[in-house]
DNA sequence: CGCCGGACGTGTTACGTATAACGTCGCGGG
DNA sequence: CCCGCGACGTTATACGTAACACGTCCGGCG
């Protein structure tokens, strides 16, 4: 390291750097730029490498937005950082964000009550565009006004206000999952579904009927939960004791409620999954974490954020490739199983 | 696809303001600025503040960021963001910026080999100041050579580098599940311990040592394991099928390792917590998620986030005052009981 | 030989804000 | 009466960068 002296490092700034070169301060924007290729010789521009490394010159970026009128900086919306979800989302995006040279910054819209905090002065950064969550309503009406381009993640395909739409084939998923247990031979399912309203669990909800629909002797109920682990267990409860035939199988939203619907299961002193079979969503770590394994969908969270991220890159290129869905994959662990009252016909447990 | 014609809303200026206003833009300046109370006449400040909520302004960060030399943004840099914990971490620290009108980027630390990304360059933001974990060693020195205010999460006392230091009080934490344990009646105890060299691990080391010290009969091994579920597993396998009596204690460094060994535990047969007790750390969501719940420690993760932000805050102000440690609380739960051998003298399981 | 045009550099400007420096005005004390 | 001072406003400037608009030099073509 050479900045030895210079107690208050005193940032070099461009001019510096072309002192040091012996050019002028247009020639190192030039040079650094990395645009306008030819212009300036290779001699000189070497020279100004070479002067920008000795200096450990980093361009002030606050001078660089009040120029161009561009950040480098997009707002990252989800609805609460702290599930694991979102937190890969946001990994991913950061990823090809860091790529381009761009940064992401969260909004984290408030899931309490209260008066959505303005998106704009919390994020105190200026912004070139937005990545939202269909689920972090609260934030959407103020951004949408904002006129900023906007990428949503996982919306209903007829919301016109976005510049671009990122989702994942979670009807898709929804589907394989139905196939697996009904295929071992489960017909009375209660869908423990999110009372989030938002377009990725109205979908979840239509794509299981769909699936349902055509078969013999399905009945599907449908009981709603917040996403969490009591609420989950709660939600459980709930349906396991209600009135009529038990189900043989609970499908839930998420892993965490899964995961507290195996609680209750275990509470009631059912077995899983010889009595009851379990199911969950997006694939977190709990859901290894939990006896037995979870069944459940794997969402490609990180690639999520990254689809995302290039999407709202394109639309800032002026190149908005609509991409297609992303594939959601199950993954069958300990938690699924024929229901008791299934004959034998099929052994494929597991 | 929307904005095509770019009509652009030409976002309005201090200038523009000063215009509707009727006075100079400096006096826009005094006025919304804040400071310098008496400096404009209260009927001209109101004309002012009504010109710029009429007009909608918004005061070009960028180039107040370039006059002031002060971005109001903050770095935060921890280990991996996929972890619950620290994602609260940054929803605490986020929460206290938002009052002071500050912004929180993140730098998530690559965890695997490779050489770290530039942190500044990743970050695409100019940074007022650096929160960061000491558990992020990769990036540390980086950010030293900067020069910025840097406030330490959870590190050695004896780094001087820092500007300030928040720690938890971990120590006190490992005191208090010792005791729960030997109070209990364990005596052969294996710390399932995070490879990973950073001071809070350390930390608990010497705690857990320091407190089985006096204790007659105490044995305490050691057994190094990965932050997952899957090294969890492995680790407490290695520990409890090793040569010599068995252990009939499991403390673990992290909730998600404690999960792991739950899960070797009943692989090898054996019932928690008759037979073998689990202890976590953290109470991340996934605590109470397996069966039987995890005795854990519960660590104010969003606080701890709150008071790094809040100790950066007074290093800029020029008020830096050491706060306390953070208190933690152990969290009994359905994880830990008295060991087979034990007599019923202490009847106090749960 | 004169002129044109490409290659290579440089001077200059503007981005929007905060604030130092500089008036101006009216009033009260000497 | 005049000076000075406090209250109120304004003018001017600088922050560091990107890029437009000009040169200047030189080789080649008519």
Not at 38 to 61: D, H, M, T, W
Not at 134 to 155: I, K, N, Q, Y
Not at 270 to 299: C, K, M, N, Q, Y
């Amino acid at each position: 390291m050479t900045s030895h002296e210079a107690p208050p490092p005193a940032r070099a700034t461009s001019r510096d750097v072309a002192r040091a070169a012996g050019v002028s301060q247009a020639a190192v924007s030039l040079v650094l730029g990395g645009k306008w290729p030819g212009r300036v010789s290779a001699a000189k521009a070497e020279a100004v490498r070479a002067a920008a490394r000795e200096l450990g010159y980093r361009p002030n970026l606050a001078a660089r937005s009040l120029r161009t009128g561009r950040t480098r900086t997009a707002l990252l919306v989800v609805p609460a950082l702290t599930t694991e979800f979102f937190a890969r989302v946001y990994t991913g995006a950061a990823r090809i964000a860091a790529d381009h040279d761009f940064g992401v910054v969260l909004y984290p819209s408030p899931e309490g009550t209260g008066p959505a905090r303005d998106p704009f002065a919390s994020a105190s950064a200026a912004l070139d565009g937005v990545i939202a969550s269909s689920m972090a309503a609260g934030a959407l009406t103020a951004l949408r006004a904002a006129g900023l381009p906007l990428v949503m993640l996982d919306s209903d395909p007829g919301d016109t206000a976005a510049s671009a739409a990122v989702n994942l084939d979670i009807a898709d998923g929804v589907r394989q999952l139905a196939a697996h247990l009904t295929g071992l031979g489960h017909r009375r399912i209660t869908h423990l579904a999110a009372d989030v309203d938002s377009w990725t669990f109205a979908v979840r909800a239509r794509a299981l009927r769909a699936a349902l629909a055509g078969l013999p002797g399905a009945v599907l109920h449908r009981q709603p939960t917040a996403l969490s682990v009591e609420a989950g267990l709660r939600a459980a409860h709930t349906a396991l004791t209600g009135p009529g035939p038990r189900p043989t199988a609970l499908l839930c939203d998420d892993d965490v409620v899964a995961a507290g619907a195996c609680k209750a299961v275990r509470r009631l002193g059912l077995r899983i999954p010889e009595d009851i079979s379990v199911t969950g969503f997006d694939d977190l770590a709990l859901a290894v974490a939990v006896e037995p394994e979870l069944t459940t969908v794997r969402l490609p969270a990180e690639e999520f954020g990254a689809a995302g991220m290039r999407a709202l890159l394109a639309v800032l290129d002026g190149t908005p490739a609509e991409p297609p869905a992303l594939p959601v994959t199950l993954v069958p662990r300990g938690s699924t199983a024929p229901p008791p009252a299934a004959n034998a016909t099929r052994p494929g447990g597991r």
